[in-house]
């Protein structure tokens, strides 16, 4: 018995070293794995810079109740503001969470917890920044008030998508009651001019007649609206333009204005407050365009386009109660939609002197995949969805990305299409107007030469 146990302790004493050698062994290969995931999760494949996106998922019928696919990466990149600060919201969206504290599970609350998302500045956000001081001052203004999402219409236009009396041309019965296509245009106080040239060429209201086969002969009612925010006093001092924003504004009836700096990184906020504007007061129009005041837009083509891509037999607004409307996968799909210059696996741009930067303090990640902001359409149905899910996002600097997160956080893919040339076209083709037969939306263009490709278009374009 005596020799048994001598011979156990020498066997463990053997196996002992044995044993702690195996779990190094394991430790080692764990960290490796570990490390090649890591590493291999921070580089995106090599994918072109464009590419033609497969349109809504299968899972669109719905707003998904967590992100689909981890485009801010949490678990690996909890060092930066943003993720930090998304991770927290998305955790109270959380279904699973939100169940465990007793939580209906609906869609809504703000950023803060209040419904609309309460506007609160975030001093703290110079000390959650460990750069900060050393930020540029665009960057710095936007950290300290990026919870505010809230604020006063200076000038409104409640009655915009309304009956305005008879319209000219064919169409069927309800076209007079709401516009098939609103366009949305990003402008500042001072661009009086561009706005000018918008209504006077691309963007003017009324009925837009589409002759070819695509759509049906009939055409759409558009309507323009403007977003502004308040002059920057910020970049020096500006004469007071406001007695003629006014006087523009009671003209012409399409000027939105609400009460916050009109800065770059601010232009986000003309998505999220227009969303809300939208849902109030202009429910029932089919598509929206949103685009930039240097943009030129062949209105006619778009309508064409826009009009082969929806069933007629669709309701103008969505309706939650109706379940063959939802349930209806191919036609959720088209009112699921979102077209224009798509751009994939972009990541940031970390040079301080841009107007783009955005520090790794801040945002740590690869941007999902968006629609380059000088132009893009959304149907009328997603535009009512961005409304509700970009209370589940947090303000981002960079108003496509933002647009391009919610549409990820919705757990839908935007559609590319060739003809919108956020880049404008090659530099010997931009003279020619036969060049522009296949072209939507071209970037960028000033008023006088809007105004010029106008009247050469529509001149050229039948003889090319």
Known sequence: MARCCCNSRVLCLCLLPCMMMGHLLIYILVSIFVTISYNSSQAPPPLPLHFV????????????????????????????????????????????????????????????????????????????????????????????????????????????????????????????????????????????????????????????????????????????????????????????????????SHRHGDILQWDFRDTFFNLTLKDVLFWDWFGQHCPGARFVFKGDDDVFVRTGPLLDYLLSQTPRTLPTTPNNNNNNDINNNATQAVWDFLVGDVISHAWPNRQPETKYFIPESFYVGVYPAYAGGGGVVYSGWLAQRFREVSRQVHLFPIDDVYLGMCLRRLGLSPTHHPGFMTFDLPEGEREKPCAYRNVMLVHKRSPRQMLMLWRQLREALPTC
């Open 53 to 248: 996106a497969p349109g809504a998922s299968k899972n669109s019928v719905a707003v998904a109740s967590h992100p689909l696919g981890p485009f801010w990466n949490l678990r690996l990149q909890d060092g930066a503001l943003w993720n930090r600060l998304q991770h927290q919201l998305d955790r109270r969206h959380n279904p699973i969470l939100r169940a465990r504290r007793g939580g209906n599970g609906t869609l809504g609350g703000g950023v803060n917890g209040a419904t609309g998302g309460a506007c609160e500045w975030r001093p703290q956000g110079s000390s959650q920044l460990p750069d900060f001081n050393e930020l540029p001052q665009q960057m710095k203004d936007f950290v300290l008030s990026m919870d505010c999402r809230t604020y006063p219409l200076l000038m409104d236009q409640p009655h915009l998508c309304e009956p305005r009396g008879p319209l000219v041309g064919p169409r069927a019965e309800g076209d007079a009651e709401q516009p098939t296509l609103l366009m949305a245009i990003k402008s500042q106080v001072g661009n009086f001019e561009s706005r000018q040239a918008i209504r006077e060429t691309w963007g003017r209201s009324g009925w837009v007649p589409v002759e070819s086969a695509g759509g049906g002969g009939r055409g759409g009612l558009v309507r323009t609206v403007f977003l502004l925010g308040r002059q920057d006093s910020s970049t020096g001092p500006h004469p007071n333009l406001n007695a003629l924003l006014e006087l523009e």
